[in-house]
Nanobody, 127 residues
Framework: VQLQASGGGLVQAGDSLRLSCAAS????????MGWFRQPPGNEREFVAS????????YYADSVKGRFTVSRDNVKNTGYLQMNSLKPEDTAVYYC?????????????????????WGQGTQVTVSS
């Protein structure tokens, strides 16, 4: 089982990036997905989550209105579209997947709920 995160890079403030999270060895439609990030010297923090059927989305206040989480279960891939990037968005971004009968925002923001993690992709935003 593997989650492969990609799409990070070095951009300027105001630019956009699209992160991808490709799953192999598991059927992603059986899992809810989340995106977290870990800024330098800080703990991993919740960014966004999406239920298995993409009917429920949830965002951290810091990214609401700028980031959009989505998924394509046919391609077994999740996405995080990041617009209007700011220097404070600089972090290593991780995608995760967890299996639960019901989706709940309360659990989606907790890293310990996740069964699988991608390796992380670096996003650096210069001012």
């Amino acid at each position: 089982v593997q989650l492969q995160a990609s799409g990070g890079g070095l951009v300027q403030a105001g630019d956009s990036l699209r992160l991808s999270c490709a799953a192999s060895g598991l059927t992603l439609s059986n899992y809810h997905m989340g995106w977290f990030r870990q800024p330098p010297g800080n703990e991993r923090e919740f960014v966004a989550s999406i239920s298995w059927d993409d009917h429920k989305l949830y965002y951290a206040d810091s990214v609401k209105g700028r980031f959009t989480v989505s998924r394509d279960n046919v391609k077994n891939t999740g996405y995080l579209q990041m617009n209007s990037l700011k220097p404070e968005d600089t972090a290593v971004y991780y995608c995760g997947a967890y299996r639960s009968r019901l989706y709940n925002n309360y659990y989606a923001v907790q890293p310990e709920r996740y069964d699988y993690w991608g390796q992380g992709t670096q996003v650096t935003v210069s001012s």
